[in-house]
């Protein structure tokens, strides 16, 4: 059974960082890309990164240079560390993982940054 866990969510002042980390367990196949998504009160779900099997990366505007995402294949774990947060980076952080099997989700870490 595949299980996603995401941690290092929490409070945060503006300006200030974090680093959040998503483990997948029960996957002993090649995850073609980990991603994190985020949602904001009142608002959609939104990509913000997501690293593919050969290091590729991409990001939604909002994040570049300030955002970077990591991912350690042989353990399934995706990092995603954020400098310079804003308030309006408030949100739920949603892990995903896309294999040739399917997509999973974990069930998010929230993060708020406000003064």
């Known amino acids: 059974q595949v299980r996603l866990v995401e941690s290092g969510g929490g409070w945060v002042q503006p300006g200030g960082s974090l680093r959040l980390s998503c483990t997948a367990s029960?996957?002993?196949?090649?995850?073609?890309?980990m991603a994190w998504h985020r949602q904001a009160p009142g608002k959609e779900r939104e990509l913000v990164a997501r690293i593919y099997s050969n290091g590729t990366t991409n990001y939604v505007d909002s994040v570049k240079d300030r955002f970077t995402i990591s991912r350690n294949n042989a353990n399934n774990v995706v990092a995603l560390q954020m400098n310079s947060l804003k308030p309006e980076d408030t949100g739920v952080y949603v892990c995903?993982?896309?294999?040739?099997?399917?997509?999973?989700w974990g069930p998010g870490t929230q993060v708020t940054v406000s003064s």
């Open positions: 029960g996957i002993n196949y090649r995850l073609d890309s």
């Open positions: 995903n993982v896309i294999s040739g099997y399917g997509a999973y």
